[in-house]
């Protein structure tokens, strides 16, 4: 049985963002996230509350954050202070830091700095002491728990998110790659000594319904190109071999990237994403060709889908899963 999310961008007007969030936990949505990249975007953590204070069940988070840009301490405190005010519904969606870090013309940050700040902000989150240097810092105010789930593409990183995530985050909606991935997830999590039955995994990627697959395939074509940004990272770090053909070969005629079209319907930088790569990578097409691809997810081992909703038609999406997608998955 798949779950349901739904990814806003944090673009004015709020009021839109209350909407949607208002609309989706009424369709059976379950979660709802917001991108964190604050130069590009409205600060995500206004707008939680924003979304918290209008939903009773949904769970909240960024999709995600990273611990370049706050210190763990402060990223700990808003979550803390989230989680009282929704009544303990917040999750932490972290990753090393793309956009918000590249935009600055900053590099993302290590796996070894990612993995301290899970547990700086997982501890403070939860009301503990933390053996801070120079001194231990305890925020005595905070309770609760707060889930981590890791975004992650390369062997390392999803090993890391399999050893101390309480889910991962897989941005692509195939379901061959996220078989390669989980794999790899896997192996962190056993080798920690953890029960991967109770570990999360999220597919993240933007839905278009419509029977005009050219129409389709122009809404949802600058998620490649978004993703292809972590994929040439992965190439200057691991060997072609290491690496599934299918997923590098198409970066391979990629011009640039353009921070200013980040997550944008018709960004000039997406024309090297050729249509198959859109159809594996995101969901599109009818509602039949939808659950099809979204029931390939489940068997791939994917517990949660969750929609970039960056397309036109926004709450027509929303009202077509609500009604056809989400009862029937």
């Known amino acids: 049985m798949l779950t349901f999310g739904v990814t806003l961008m944090p673009d004015p007007p709020t009021s839109q963002i209350v909407t ?14 917001l991108f964190d990249s604050h ?83 997982r501890t403070l989150a939860a009301g503990r002491e933390y053996a801070a240097e120079p001194q231990p810092i305890q925020m005595k105010w905070a309770s609760g728990t707060l889930p981590v789930y890791i975004a992650a593409y390369g062997p390392k990183a999803l090993r890391l998110a399999g050893r101390i995530g309480d889910g991962v985050i897989l941005q692509f909606a195939d379901p061959a790659l996220i078989k390669w991935c989980l794999g790899f997830a896997r192996e962190g999590c056993e080798e920690a000594g953890r029960d991967w039955s109770t570990f999360h995994v999220m597919s993240a990627a933007p839905s278009f319904i419509s029977d005009d697959m050219a129409r389709a395939r122009d809404q949802v074509r600058w998620f490649p190109a978004m993703v292809s940004n972590h994929v040439v990272d992965l190439v200057s770090r691991y060997r072609e071999d290491e690496l599934p053909p299918e997923l590098i070969r198409y970066v391979r005629n990629r011009p640039g990237y353009d921070y200013q079209e980040h997550g944008r319907v018709g960004a000039h930088h997406a024309g090297f994403v050729t249509d198959d790569i859109v159809d594996r990578f995101a969901v599109i097409g009818t ?42 998955l």
């Open 287 to 328: 509602v039949d060709q939808c659950k099809q691809h979204l029931r390939e997810l489940s068997d791939a081992g994917v517990h949660e889908f969750n929609i970039y909703l960056m397309t036109d038609e926004k709450e027509r999406t929303l009202q077509t899963y609500g009604a056809e997608i989400i009862p029937r």
């Open 20 to 33: 949607l969030t208002r609309l989706a936990e009424d369709q059976g949505f379950t979660s709802g996230w």
């Open 39 to 121: 130069v590009l975007w409205m600060e995500p953590y206004p707008l939680l509350t924003l979304m918290a204070t209008n939903t009773s069940r949904m769970r909240l988070g960024t999709c995600v954050t990273n611990p370049g840009v706050r210190d763990p301490s402060v990223t700990a405190s808003l979550y803390a202070t989230l989680n009282e005010i929704s009544g303990g519904r917040m999750i932490m969606g972290i990753g090393r830091g793309d956009s918000s870090r590249r935009v600055m013309g900053k590099t993302p940050m290590t796996l070894e700095t990612m993995e301290k700040a899970v547990e700086e902000i």
